[in-house]
């Protein structure tokens, strides 16, 4: 054989080898083909192709991986099982830039699936790799290598300390500094990843001086970098009252508050989790918020918002209210509790509504003011409903009564307290009665009014353990009455109960 049909064979079997590893590279990128690729053994297949002596089939084959692993657990176990792994860690010191993009697509995407399969990805030595690729000139590099990272650091702390001990912090606060758009994105994507699971991995975020570079990246036009941005703020803040003062001495606000209106759904409810997580630490905080117009902002957001996305101005309006009366004020004068009772109408999901509910509670619990704004926008009887449905889920029944409770306590506007007499069960009624018991001795006006719409016909009707505390509220109501009055609506209430049993029978 002459010299060239000798190398023919083996431009015969390059060829070859290059076909098949585009092939089941383009077969991988389909979800439905993944099955049938396992079965046929495509692993074994692939992996001594990541040794090639060619790049592009390196590449590839490593590209075909990735995609086989990123589409469910199983397919990324057995990449970890076929002892792939290290292989692909060893090559990234050696290969060009494509090689290190599509190992680490490879490490990212095994990663993604578990804290399991992300700690078999650190065991075999990536994190050294990972963060070599982030000191690199190019950034389609640095931002697969800093996607890796995000997955592995974002399922639990001990994973997260992991990244944070390999130096891999101050490298993500250099890449969100880049001008490229998209490595900007994930280095803080990466960033929140790390920061949200403990007080001691943000402030390791914070040290490196990450919340003035994200904040300087707020006003940024691209929609999917600010949602970063403003998730990553808001992992940082949620830990530590220190914190969350040095996101708002960052100056990113009252300008933050605009994002509130982005035309982007996620920029919108990660602005609002960021306020909910500076406001929620203390009265100071939430009167920052509250004197740069933080309340009426989150009010006006809850009134475009639908879903899930309401959940986070909701609670920051609870919050607010809950740190002092004056902020609770604030709260009630930018009309946010008749926008709250439109999410309580509006909203489906037990989560929301018992988020509403606490949020009422908040707002109502402090003065006889505060809690009859809250009366007049008619929230007694949804939440006694609500409370009362068998559907609701056991946290709805239990934020819906702590609150209606928390509410009667200070509450002296009778008008919507009496419909609850005919409504309510024994241990909310107890709470009713007592209110009466409060008010009506000092109010005569009241106990006219009592009289004429049948309300104290209604309490003799209420049948009380004798002793029992609900039996005293009686007794005080009765003797804000002269005798006759309370005998005779004796008699009007004994007979009612005659007239209903003879009914019934």
């Known amino acids: 054989m002459s010299q060239r ?11 070859a080898r290059t076909q098949f590893v585009q092939t089941v590279a383009d077969l991988a990128s389909r979800p439905n083909n993944t099955e049938t690729l396992q079965n046929a053994g495509v692993m074994s297949f692939l992996r001594p192709l990541l040794l090639d002596a060619v790049p592009t089939i390196q590449q590839t084959a490593a590209l075909a991986l990735g995609r086989l692993a990123n589409y469910n657990e199983d397919l990324a176990e057995a990449v970890v099982k076929g002892d792939i792994l290290p292989q692909l860690v060893h090559s990234m010191a050696e290969q060009n830039r494509f090689h290190k993009k599509a190992a680490a697509f490879v490490l990212r995407a095994v990663a993604k699936h578990s804290p399991e399969l992300a700690q078999a990805v650190v065991d075999c030595g990536a994190l050294d790799a990972l963060v070599v690729s982030l000191e690199e000139f190019d950034p389609g590099v640095k931002e697969d290598a800093a996607w890796a990272i995000g997955y592995i650091a974002r399922h639990n702390a001990q994973l997260s300390q992991a990244v944070v001990d390999a130096g891999v912090v101050p490298l993500l606060v250099l890449c969100i500094q880049e001008p490229e758009i998209a490595l900007k994105r994930v280095a803080a994507s990466a960033l929140s990843d790390i920061a949200k699971h403990s007080p001691e991995l943000a402030q390791t975020v914070v040290d490196t001086g990450a919340i003035a570079h994200l904040a300087q990246m707020s006003l940024n036009p691209d929609a999917k970098l600010k949602r970063q941005v403003f998730l990553a703020l808001s992992q940082i803040a949620k830990h530590s009252v220190d914190v969350a003062e040095m996101v708002v001495e960052a100056e990113i606000f009252p300008a933050a508050l605009v994002c509130l209106k982005d035309p982007d759904e996620f920029v919108r409810k990660n602005v609002a989790t960021l306020i909910q997580e500076i406001t929620k630490h203390t009265p100071e905080l939430s009167q920052i918020i509250v004197n740069m117009g933080g309340v009426a902002a989150v009010i006006d957001y809850l009134g475009d918002a639908k879903g899930n996305v309401r959940l986070p101005g909701i609670m920051m309006l609870g919050y607010v209210a809950a740190h002092s009366e004056i902020v609770a004020m604030a709260v009630i004068e930018s009309k946010g ?67 209606l409770e928390s509410i009667f306590q200070k509450c002296t506007y009778l008008p919507a307290l009496e419909p609850l007499l005919y409504e309510a069960p024994s241990n909310i009624l107890e709470h009713v009665i007592c209110q009466f018991s409060k008010v009506l001795p000092h109010d005569s006006k009241a106990r006219r009014l009592f009289v004429t719409s049948g309300g104290l016909k209604k309490v003799q009707e209420i049948k009380a353990e004798p002793g029992s505390a609900i039996q005293e509220y009686i007794n005080a109501i009765n003797s804000c009455y002269p005798e006759e009055i309370v005998r005779l609506m004796n008699i009007y209430a004994n007979n009612k109960q005659h007239h209903d049993k003879m009914f019934l029978h």
């Open 337 to 403: 509790v008749p926008q709250l009772s439109i999410c309580l109408e509006e909203e489906q999901d037990d989560h929301l509504k018992a988020a509403t509910a606490w949020a009422f509670g908040q707002i109502g619990r402090h003065t006889p003011e505060h809690a009859q704004a809250v009366a007049v926008a008619n929230v007694f009887p949804k939440l006694l409903k609500l409370y009362l449905d068998t559907e609701s889920s056991e946290d709805l029944q239990v934020k819906a009564k702590t609150a």
């Open 5 to 15: 049909q000798v190398l023919q064979v083996f431009e015969q079997y390059q060829k």
